[in-house]
């Protein structure tokens, strides 16, 4: 059964920064392109970032490139985003997903074949 569990967030100020985790299980990790995503109250879940299964190559959504990183322990089965300058805007649940085929449509939601459950992140201003 394949878990991925994401951990790290919460309520920081603007300016502020925060370290999300994304722990996976169930699925041979250093074969899968890890995504980031996030969703706002009211809207739709947008692409913020992916990295590949190596950790060569990056993806950034242009609202938090300079701001975000993405990297990747294959050996300890986690992908990690770093959050830093946030911005009010940055609010909402993180998710993180995991695509097996490496899909060149790394932006859509429909890449993806698992998903986790969701961190909550809230920048306040």
């Known amino acids: 059964q394949v878990q991925l569990v994401e951990s790290g967030g919460g309520l920081v100020q603007a300016g502020g920064s925060l370290r999300l985790s994304c722990a996976a299980s169930?699925?041979?990790?250093?074969?899968?392109?890890m995504g980031w995503f996030r969703q706002a109250p009211g809207k739709e879940r947008e692409f913020v970032t992916a990295i590949i299964w190596s950790g060569g190559r990056t993806y950034y959504a242009d609202s938090v490139k300079g701001r975000f990183t993405i990297s990747r322990d294959n050996a300890k089965n986690t992908v990690y985003l770093q959050m830093n300058s946030l911005k009010p805007e940055d609010t909402a649940v993180y998710y993180c997903a995991a695509d097996y085929h490496g899909s060149t449509r790394y932006y859509y939601t429909s890449a993806y074949d698992y998903w986790g459950q969701g961190t909550q992140v809230t920048v306040s201003s």
């Open positions: 169930g699925l041979t990790f250093s074969s899968y392109t």
